[in-house]
């Protein structure tokens, strides 16, 4: 049985690598879930500086058109139309009072003009084509297409605008 003794060794053998890669296995993961944890507090963090840079970057803007002679100037890149993904309608606005809501039918209140603002900043506005007004924020930080200019509050700034 001298065969059914070198396989018992060579099982005995493997069985203690085994244990071996399994102790490697355990202390890799554990090492990787680590870099998981950090890598995504990195990401958190830079995204947080990014949101950050961008508002300073905004204020110097700001401060630089209050101390300019002239206002800067927007520059018209096309017209789109927004679209509710879980419920398929449009956002348009409404003849009313300027406010927006959501409308299965698309139509010429559901288009909005596209500009961007010549500034480092890069941000941009959306003009009613139906009512010539400009979309931002009320006093009570709703959304509304009520202002007759892109000002302040008819500002927006998205990620991959570039």
């Known amino acids: 049985d001298e065969v059914?003794?070198?396989?018992?060794?060579?099982?005995?053998?493997?069985?203690k690598h085994l244990d071996e890669l399994g102790s490697l296995a355990t202390n890799l993961s554990s090492s990787l879930a680590f870099q998981t944890d950090t890598l995504e507090s990195l990401d958190g963090?830079?995204?947080?500086m990014l949101f950050k840079s961008k508002m300073v970057t905004r204020r110097a803007d700001r401060v630089i058109q209050k101390k300019s002679w002239t206002r800067a100037k927007s520059e018209f890149?096309?017209?789109a139309s927004i679209r509710h993904n879980a419920?398929?309608?449009?956002?348009?606005?409404?003849?009313?009072n300027g406010s927006?809501?959501?409308?299965?039918?698309?139509?010429?209140?559901?288009?909005?003009?596209v500009w961007q603002r010549q500034t480092s900043s890069k941000v941009f506005g959306l003009q009613s084509k139906y009512s010539n007004r400009w979309v931002?924020?009320?006093?009570?930080?709703?959304?509304?297409?009520?202002?007759y200019s892109f000002d302040r509050r008819e500002e927006w700034d998205a990620d991959g605008a570039d």
């Not at 060579?10 to 069985?15: K, Q, S, T």
């Not at 419920?87 to 009313?96: E, H, Q, R």
């Open 4 to 15: 059914q003794i070198q396989q018992e060794t060579h099982l005995d053998f493997m069985a």
């Open 45 to 48: 963090k830079s995204e947080s």
């Open 77 to 79: 890149l096309y017209n």
């Open 87 to 96: 419920t398929g309608k449009y956002i348009a606005v409404s003849s009313a």
């Open 100 to 113: 927006l809501g959501l409308s299965t039918k698309f139509n010429e209140t559901c288009i909005f003009g």
């Open 136 to 147: 931002g924020q009320n006093l009570l930080g709703q959304l509304a297409c009520s202002a």
